[in-house]
């Protein structure tokens, strides 16, 4: 977590190994939440729902459980 020069909180997803035993042990960077999050929702709409989509078998996946 961070908070900018104004006080606005930012939260950030973080190599947990870094988080624990200090940043030598991983060169992965921390990025904002917010940022990561949108990215995430934005791929995977783009990957879900496309008019190629079948979106009855779309909706039947996301809800079946992973083996």
């Not at 020069?5 to 990025?31: D, L, P, Q, W």
């Amino acid at each position: 977590m961070g908070t900018s020069k104004n006080g606005t909180v930012h939260r950030y997803y973080t190599c947990s190994n870094a988080a624990r035993t200090g940043k030598s042990v991983c060169a992965g960077r921390s990025i904002r939440m917010d940022t990561l999050d949108e990215l995430v929702i934005e791929h995977m709409s783009d990957r879900l729902l496309t008019s190629d989509t079948p979106h009855r078998n779309t909706r039947r996946n996301l809800r079946r459980p992973r083996r």
